[in-house]
């Protein structure tokens, strides 16, 4: 996921070429619209219907991104490389992750930073899992 950063972006306060891709492996539910799956079939010269059974299931009500075995965190995206840890349909990954985070600060970029100001330690990866509940204090 993520963006790419360039001398013309406003100012953001994460690197995605410096961070393992959290965005990309940690989520469960990465949501795919009819445009996306449209955009993902022309890229690989397939049929919608083709591109939804080989790169999408089905969650509660939407589609999501199959997930495949990863090396650093158990599971990821079906198109993260597991090494360069770059998504490999840059050009044609649906709109949500071009949109990440919406913000100029990526939390997972600050606790990766944190953690190692933390353990001193420059070389270190926070791994991280995450799921979600409800909450009220
Ligand atoms: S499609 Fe690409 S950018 Fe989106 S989650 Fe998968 S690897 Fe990441
Ligand atoms: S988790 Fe944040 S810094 Fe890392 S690749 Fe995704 S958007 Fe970029």
């Not at 083709?50 to 939407?62: I, L, M, N």
């Not at 589609?63 to 990863?70: A, I, N, S």
């Not at 995206?77 to 597991?82: T, V």
Request: with cysteine; net charge positive; glycine share 2%.
């Amino acid at each position: 996921m993520g963006v790419t950063i360039t001398d013309d972006s406003k100012r953001a306060y994460f690197n995605c070429d410096k961070c393992p891709a959290y965005c990309c492996s940690i989520y469960d539910r990465v949501q795919v619209t009819k445009r996306d799956i449209k955009r993902l079939a022309k890229h690989f010269n397939l049929s919608v219907e083709q591109a939804t059974s080989r790169f999408t299931k089905p969650w509660e009500k939407e589609q999501v991104l199959r997930r495949k075995k990863d090396p650093i965190f158990g599971k990821a995206c079906h198109f993260l490389d597991p090494e360069t840890r770059k998504c490999t349909i840059y050009h044609a990954r649906p709109a949500v992750c071009r949109e990440f985070p919406l913000t100029r600060r990526c939390g997972y970029y600050d606790l990766l930073t944190f953690e190692r100001r933390q353990q001193d330690d420059y070389d270190v990866l926070p791994v991280v899992q995450i799921t979600f509940q409800k909450w009220k204090k």
